[in-house]
């Protein structure tokens, strides 16, 4: 074995292979079948686009479950620990689970380069196999054609919400970049597309591919109902549904396409009990997860793009504070950083803009300047690092006051590490988020 630590298997992954992001399947095929690698359960659910992939990946998790099946989960990225990367019937693997599976990588792939992406999906795809799971719920890194994950042919493509991100590797258009999320799609099998408005090159993908496609709209549609809400396909109706333990009314066209998928997937699992069970007690990490640091409200949100920042502008209004809105802000240099200011900047009273010293990271300076020329008259303040500007933002909240840490996964990563030191320091826990 090369290392022994996942630390150092991380550290030199790193700098394996020339570029960090390297799309395509050959490479990673090719060690795939030198490991003998196949699918790594009987079902497999693969699941693209922009937002609300980890939150559909969570809902399908919980609900089928609930309904006694053993499933095996791959997301990305991480936030606190690599570990969080796969889990086993709601488990993380461990430490040790990825050094095995990256030592046998390793000897598998020869002068094959890879990247530390591609020997994240090799490792998640060989533990799971391993675990011998019923279903895998495995989540698509960067587009569907060319990533990683769509080594491994899914029963079910589910495509999520639809936006402008990524674009010098997807396109500059929905409909571009919906050809791209859409190559997860296979002949003979189904596909979901739960965005609400989807481009026509869903469609279109789908009939060139041969896959039987079901489309929010006019295949299966939500309503409000009540307190709850209401799920119909064809003749089944589902009502009274609780809404989702997800913060925001977007969670609906999450689960509404998460519905259908488990329709589709495993009808023996479609119950009222598992979905309710599912809905009641999905959580998810960074998606308006609200906490409290001595007694301010603190709101963490990876929120990286013009739609997600749409979405959590929709969730601030809807849960107006008493006081001041304070923005803990860090961004990589290749988002939109305007739109998301744009989308913000009348429900903020003041930025903390942070620097990210992460590749492809903004400085503060750099983030500041774009703020400022969105919002020039907005009150703006640069710190070098996250934990700077989180702690800053505390020194000058009121208890009324909450603070919304937002910008990306590294952004809301570095806050959760800077919050557990200061509970830490006061010999306190971090409270568990609230939903």
Known sequence: MRFHRLHEWLDWQTGLHLAEIDLGLERIGAVATRLGLGRPAPQVVSVAGTNGKGSSVAMLETMLRAAGRRVGVYTSPHLQRYTERVRIEGHEASEDDFCESFARIDAARGDISLTYFEFGTLAAIDIIGAAGVDIAILEVGLGGRLDAVNLVDADVALITALDIDHIDWLGSDREAIAREKAGIMRKGAVAVCADPLPPTAIAAMAEQMGATLYQAGPDFRFRMDGAGWAWTRGDTTLTDLPRPALIGDHQLANAAGVLMVLDALDKAAFTSEAIIEGLRSCAIPGRFQQIRCDGVEIVLDVCHNPQAARALADALVRQPGSGRTLAVFGM????????VVETLSGLVDAWYCAGLSVARGLSCTEL??????????????????????????????DVQDRIVVLGSFYTIAAALDALNGRMMCSKQPLPEPAH
């Open 368 to 397: 500041h300047t774009c703020l400022t020329e969105v919002a020039n008259s907005v009150e703006a303040h640069s710190h070098d690092s996250v934990g700077e500007a989180l702690e800053k933002a505390l020194f000058e909240t």
């Open 332 to 339: 990589l240099a290749d988002k939109d950083v305007a739109a």
